[in-house]
């Protein structure tokens, strides 16, 4: 890192390493792409708030082996009071990019310490494991690396048997000396073009017949082979005034191709290991610590949909009406439900048998798994109440259209408000109901963390039923 | 009309008379302006289909009175069959542009046959209204005139009484030999940059006491004084390929300012009049032609969102679920719910004491009130199913990104599509789902018609409660 | 039938058949025991409709073959007026019952009519059928008998494969000259404990290789080693006053168990013949005419649930507020939504290839598959409505608590109705909301005709795809 | 109390107080009437437990003053131990009576000790009451007084303004010497008939023109003049076995008449105070640790509905489907919502000016608020997997039909249990669906608090909105 660099310039810097980035049919440099550059200057405020003397130790940490700061993502909770400083640093980015961000890396990041936290517990699968992914976590630590994660394969045919379509999945092609040789897609590899690395396993269990599709690797962006495939840019570039949450917060996602990768062994965590791999998706460390974060980001955009809702309500004159109240009376339902999981995954936080002090996870999957309605139902509430003025928000903000400008000012006002600014406030409502960046935003909220529909079953399948049980055996007696 | 024109071309034409039209902060000309290219285009085309044998007979029928061909929409039904024809009309520009398309005349077209056929029921509040409105019915149906309508108020402080604050209604300010000038704003204008004359009177209901704001006028958009200010275009006018929809189908929506605009005496259907103008309103011939339309063209929305969801479930492979299943059966089921509501509407048709045949309101009336939920939930649904997918389209089209070409072809192609053709199937989900179009559809469903709350609140206020009460009553008795 | 007897007389005394009934722990009779004297008392009122002469043209066609009047359930319908007659007969029964009786027979009857008249297409599967089936009609519209369907198996454990446990399902056990012996156990055997006969085949499609489960038999309900297993009654007897539905409608539920049941040849329409069985399962002019019957009788119960809640809101001066409006307003929408789709299938009615006049099934099916979901909301917006005041309904009705007289009078009337008046109102609602009666109402509701979500997902898997394919193919295209 | 009476046997005897109580027309003694039997037995045991040494330390606590042991109810928190305590106390009634009993005074013991803990905030109101309600704390203290409450008044005109039909609310006639008069009726006095003492205050905001409808009092339940009508048992005395929840849990509900009823001074805690009374309506101690109580118990309650329902799922062997699975999950994950609320109600537990240490308010009422939905769905999703079943529950206990006894176990039996063990599982999941207790809870859980729309509208109206506006603040500048 230079010295003359701040950690998020540092960051931008990296990304000039040749990788091979594709949107809208061309091969472009990320660092100059306009698409990218709002996102970008985003991602590098929020690192250099490491180095910032008011906002450094909310979120960061003294580390020995470092000698420097580091993020807390890659804090390991031992007590406590760690817990409560890791959550302090989620929602310092949480809330200064409105919960719209999500995979800022802290939430790989998150995984990442879990599983090193963890790493003993994966000896009897792999003897390699826990000495390579030290090394990979310290790495990243010390070099403040921006990670992400991909899971998924390609919407395919999803009524095949795992591994009967064998260009369905990634999977190893060759090994040599060197390292393994994949081929193959995965998607949504969300925040991949601006990655350092990104983690790669399966979401789905692989039978035990299908070694080569059960692997754990970590790849850097700009492995040669390695293609990602933007989807449409959202960032409204040349709209930036009137769409500023899509012009700061568009985080991209995108298809990878894996045209014969090699991904080189120490990078290779796990391979031809259907168990082990499992046993790394179902990590408890690893999702509570990363979910912890998930769930603050939650809470920051809940509280972000509910204040415009709440500021329309009131610039319309409409937050008298009994039914008005009562769908603003959800909202706020909403986040002190989602907040009250947060503080009780909290409170009753343990240690796990290597002194990881970890969130209890019940109550931060239980928030998650109701996120996926209720931002669905937030984004409906404030349709709801803003109704037709959401597509009524003139083109060309007041101060543009000269001739009109004293009819803006006497008709499109607010309660409290002038015309000027209450076109803002409906043009952000307009960029989370309207814009692509907002649809991009309901479907995340109700996909990210897989099919809800699953998600929600296993809330139930993991439960201790015999307390269930016991709770009706003495009724059922003579 | 230029003997060379063609009925479309002639429309185009008219529209270049000097009308104010703001987008983007400046004053454009809609005809040369690419935002209204597509729309326009697709409009000429409908209005063409008039005049072309094949579809002359479903869309227009001869009037006698002009000597030409004319729209369906000015038909006055007198017998069943004069209904089926004009729900045919409906039907094939509805089919034609997918239910897209919503204010393409023929609603405000009908709402003004459905006044001018029940003129008589008039005559007690209003003597020069029936001869009024019989000859702009003829000049309209004569030069086939775009019409549009706007009711709404911008919203200002809604919690005030009517009339409280005098910016907030559309007002008569002074009159003079030549007729009523009027000062004031209306929302929401859609298809007013490209409509011929628009349509005036109020949604709610106007006190005693305020005769000044209880008008009916009819006014054309080049009015000296009228402004029309647009919202930001959807019409992703460089993106034509990924966005077919919003290219050819952005319905164009606008506040209007009226800047002390001159309505002539000839163009005042009714002023000063509360009651007159209410009975307007609640004029059940105007309601059940015009809403008749909207159901039609509903069904075709319905439909097309359906068939993209199916096919996006054949194609992922996810149709033999039977979860997914499910969700496809709903939305067959509200297919046919609206489909069997409008049958019902023509089987129980009737003649109204002038001899026109309506369809029977009630059922049209709960098809549209369910429509408001259905078209949300079909969304909803086609959300679920293609899940991440939707965030997951490749930006440029294969074809584009050479170098990735085969990789594209081998990994994102569908059960039986190829990868160029999911692709443009799941852009066109994107665009009802995603697309700032999509998101006006999903408002301009939920709201065209009014509050849904209010509009089902009075299915229960019209209902015969004497009916319900004589099924009751009975049981009451000792 | 005796000629001093009625229609419904003669129908009470065939029950006296020495058939095996068990109630609470006893063998009894039906005809004397308490738990079914109201619901006798209804049925032999709707039987003797047929021979009264202001009801016999309505409920009632004279047969030729018969040389009688005949329930117009048997009516094979050659024209539109003859489905319009069948729909009055349905009408009348329901309406008078409130739509709170399902199983008068007329459903069944219905099934039986639509086998009967399409009999010939079953000839490829089994020679005898055709013959078998007329027969049966023929007896079954000359003695009036009271028929029932029963079709599941009891709830054993429902993840094995059909046919796994030998006990799970009904099946012959061994043949002889006379005929089948059937052995097992049947769910749920509505109105079996007083029905003639009962028609019984199974609900799931029988693998080839498990013939022994697939049968359609008629049994008469005194067969020896047939016994009809009670559940609790819900008639109410000693609290008729205050109960009076759970009184008059209680449909009592049953498991039949068959006990090497001998099924005579000729009641044996189909054996060993999966094929067939599934054919029967599915055959359509059977579920419209049953069906049909179905839809109206909803109709009726939603119409009466809406009565109640109408008149309590009146009552309780409640039905001027927006929310409450809102959801009487949803309950109207509910009965013209099954309104409308009942008359849909009456005006798309059109002859099978055998020229029975069928109503279009789709339409019915639809209404059939809104009703699980209409009926228990209807339920829910009375409670909501009726709130507080269902749970404190006075017992002993105003009259016979003397002393409290005056306060009962001055407390507890209505806006316009006595206090002993409004307690009946309120008795009614409770019957709907809270007695079990009511809650059975509301189980039957839902699960009559199957698994909702199957029933729905069939909505999907029965749909022309085709036409949906051809709606989206055209945007595929480059 | 006799020394030789247990404390429960002592409330029983105090019942015999000459109370005027009415069920099913007649006047009755509630402690030999077999309606009571059960609950009051439920009762008996509840007390006994704080003299029971095992149960003594976590329901009750060592008073000084009164030199006895106390319920926790009446412990006034000055620390988060005491708070941990009285959820322990609340915790163990509730899992002894399955969360099925709502008002066995703790809730009302609970209102009574928060009023007492900040009566010095009343002194700007009224001067007397801080003494009133300290020695009516003590005594109800000493005599462990059975204590509810009734707030709400008879379902009569409600369009009407408060207090324009005088007899719509309970008010006094006159004054004297010795205390006022009352007279009016009140509505819903849930298990007045078997209490001591019933607190009495309206749940409306009283103008300030209309003080004699402001007040507070406490009243004997056997006072001259009150009369207590009681609904419809759902005690199910003569079905004790098939019907146990019934048996042991009904709380009856009551309509109370004044008849002018002398309350002495003592127990006029206000009077003709609009203000005041409002302020003891939103005393947010009071609520905090009254509602505390409800929270735990409905977390009891939900737990019972889902071991029910997971172990019919698991005897019918529907517990593999993944449809299952997800409404089993659905039911976890409203368990452990409830469950994360209370966590975070304790966990930010903080004293108020008084020192009492309160429960954060804001996670009990959304918790509460949360409750009127989830019971209600709770309950439907037992309906939607029990299905069938539940209408088709054997009357007469298996070992009762001797000669079916071999059928009933070889087809009725479940995957793990005998016939007779799933009957009771299914007679359970009855008596909660289908029974009139099981209807009263779910209209109980609904109302209790109130009309959950203006109960959501307030978690809006009392919400710091001003932070919500600083969130979207920046976002409306230039």
């Known amino acids: 890192m230079s010295i003359t660099m701040s950690r998020g310039q540092a960051y931008i810097h990296r990304l000039n390493d040749g990788r091979?980035?594709?949107?809208?049919?061309?091969?472009?440099?990320?660092?100059?792409?306009?698409?990218?550059?709002?996102?970008?200057?985003?991602?590098?405020?929020?690192?250099?708030?490491?180095?910032?003397?008011?906002?450094?130790d909310t979120v960061a940490y003294w580390d020995e082996n470092i000698g420097g700061y580091v993020h807390r993502a890659f804090q390991v909770p031992r007590c406590g009071e760690d817990l409560r400083q890791r959550a302090g640093a989620f929602r310092l980015w949480s809330e200064r990019t409105y919960g719209v961000m999500s995979r800022l890396s802290d939430y790989a990041r998150s995984r990442l310490t879990g599983w090193y936290a963890t790493r003993d517990a994966m000896a009897i699968h792999d003897t390699y494991y826990a000495d390579k992914i030290s090394k990979y976590y310290e790495e990243a630590k010390r070099h403040d690396l921006f990670l992400t994660i991909?899971?998924?394969?390609?919407?395919?045919?999803?009524?095949?048997?795992?591994?009967?379509?064998?260009?369905?999945?990634?999977?190893?092609?060759?090994?040599n000396e060197e390292g393994v040789v994949i081929r193959g897609a995965k998607m949504i590899a969300t925040a991949a073009p601006y990655a350092d690395d990104i983690l790669i396993y399966p979401v789905q269990r692989i039978p035990g017949d299908k070694p080569?599709?059960?692997?754990?690797?970590?790849?850097?962006?700009?492995?040669?082979g390695l293609h990602v495939l933007c989807r449409e840019s959202f960032a409204a570039t040349d709209k930036q005034s009137s769409h500023p949450l899509s012009h700061q917060y568009d985080e991209m996602d995108a298809v990878l191709f894996f045209e014969d990768v090699l991904v080189p062994w120490e990078r290779?965590?796990?391979?031809?290991?259907?168990?082990?791999?499992?046993?790394?998706?179902?990590?408890?460390?690893?999702?509570?610590?990363?979910?912890?974060?998930?769930?603050?980001?939650?809470?920051?955009?809940?509280?972000?949909?509910?204040?415009?809702?709440?500021?329309?309500?009131?610039?319309?004159?409409?937050?008298?009406?009994?039914?008005?109240?009562?769908?603003?009376?959800?909202?706020?339902?909403?986040?002190?439900?989602?907040?009250?999981?947060?503080?009780?995954?909290?409170?009753?936080?343990?240690?796990?048998?290597?002194?990881?002090?970890?969130?209890e996870f019940k109550y931060i999957e239980t928030a998650r798994n109701?996120?996926?309605?209720?931002?669905?139902?937030?984004?409906?509430?404030?349709?709801?109440?803003?109704?037709?003025?959401?597509?009524?928000?003139?083109?060309?903000?007041?101060?543009?259209?000269?001739?009109?400008?004293?009819?803006?000012?006497?008709?499109?006002?607010?309660?409290?408000?002038?015309?000027?600014?209450?076109?803002?406030?409906?043009?952000?409502?307009?960029?989370?109901?309207?814009?692509?960046?907002?649809?991009?935003?309901?479907?995340?909220?109700?996909?990210?963390?897989?099919?809800?529909?699953?998600?929600?079953?296993?809330?139930?399948?993991?439960?201790?039923?015999?307390?269930?049980?016991?709770?009706?055996?003495?009724?059922?007696?003579?």
Chains 1, 2, 3, 4 share one sequence.
């Open 370 to 478: 109701l996120g996926n309605r209720y931002y669905p139902r937030s984004i409906e509430i404030l349709k709801t109440i803003a109704a037709g003025g959401l597509i009524q928000i003139p083109s060309g903000m007041p101060g543009t259209n000269k001739p009109l400008e004293h009819m803006i000012h006497q008709y499109l006002g607010g309660v409290t408000i002038s015309a000027q600014e209450k076109t803002r406030l409906f043009q952000l409502a307009w960029e989370l109901t309207g814009s692509p960046l907002g649809a991009r935003h309901d479907l995340y909220e109700r996909f990210y963390a897989g099919d809800p529909l699953r998600n929600r079953a296993n809330q139930y399948i993991q439960y201790d039923k015999q307390h269930l049980v016991d709770r009706v055996k003495p009724w059922l007696k003579a």
């Open 268 to 359: 290779v965590l796990l391979h031809q290991n259907p168990e082990a791999v499992w046993q790394i998706r179902c990590n408890e460390a690893s999702s509570s610590l990363a979910y912890h974060q998930s769930v603050i980001r939650l809470y920051s955009k809940l509280e972000f949909v509910t204040a415009i809702t709440s500021s329309i309500a009131q610039e319309i004159g409409v937050d008298s009406f009994l039914n008005v109240q009562e769908q603003l009376g959800e909202m706020i339902s909403q986040m002190q439900t989602i907040e009250g999981l947060i503080i009780a995954a909290e409170a009753k936080a343990k240690p796990d048998e290597y002194g990881n002090w970890l969130p």
């Open 150 to 175: 991909v899971q998924r394969d390609p919407q395919m045919n999803r009524s095949l048997p795992i591994g009967e379509d064998e260009d369905a999945m990634l999977r190893i092609v060759r090994k």
């Open 20 to 56: 091979s980035v594709w949107l809208d049919g061309d091969r472009i440099h990320v660092t100059n792409h306009s698409a990218f550059q709002g996102t970008l200057q985003t991602i590098e405020g929020l690192f250099n708030l490491v180095d910032e003397p008011e906002s450094r």
């Open 212 to 224: 080569e599709l059960a692997h754990m690797m970590i790849v850097p962006l700009n492995s040669p």
